[in-house]
């Protein structure tokens, strides 16, 4: 006996019958009554899982860090931006980059991107020093580098200390 309740739009029960299973060569797709389609853990990836969030409730406030609020379809929108922006640095799918910040909506949004183009985002602390933030960014060798501005500063003692082609920045 195991339910499963996703945002009061999808119940999933072993019990009751609220779902169907189809088998259609050697992957299994479940459906909801209404026939469309449940994304199980195995086959959804990030954005998929927010855009059908985004799909079912586009209005609602995704964010809210007391100083903006931010709904569903705003938040995919401003994702989707910032993606097409990596994308036209170069960067591809599975490659690496670091964003230096403060805690903000910007951080959901640089994630989100990252989700969406298949990029690994390595958030780094903004309180970090010189020596670990360069440990850290050797360690992730990243194609890029995304600063808030106001942090632009915290990352000069490293282009000086690196050859200009170990840390990209942006």
Not at 8 to 17: H, P
């Amino acid at each position: 006996d195991c339910e499963l309740s996703l945002g009061g739009k999808q119940r999933l029960s072993t019990t009751n019958g609220l779902y169907d299973t189809m088998t259609s060569g050697s992957r299994e797709t479940v459906e909801n009554v209404d026939g469309s389609p449940v994304l199980r853990a195995g086959q959804a990836g990030i954005w998929g899982l927010f855009e059908s969030r985004v799909d079912d409730a586009p209005n609602a406030v995704a964010l809210d860090d007391g100083t903006e609020r931010v709904t569903y379809a705003d938040l995919a929108a401003r994702a989707s931006r910032l993606a097409g922006c990596l994308t036209a640095f170069g960067l591809r799918r599975g490659d690496r980059f670091v964003w230096l910040s403060r805690n903000s909506n910007d951080c959901i949004i640089v994630e989100l991107a990252a989700a969406r183009c298949g990029l690994i985002c390595a958030a780094l602390n903004w309180r970090l020093g010189d020596r670990e933030l360069a440990h850290c960014i050797t360690l992730v060798s990243p194609k890029l580098v995304l600063v808030q501005p106001e942090l632009r500063d915290s990352l000069r003692p490293l282009e000086t200390a690196h050859a200009p082609a170990s840390l990209p920045s942006t």
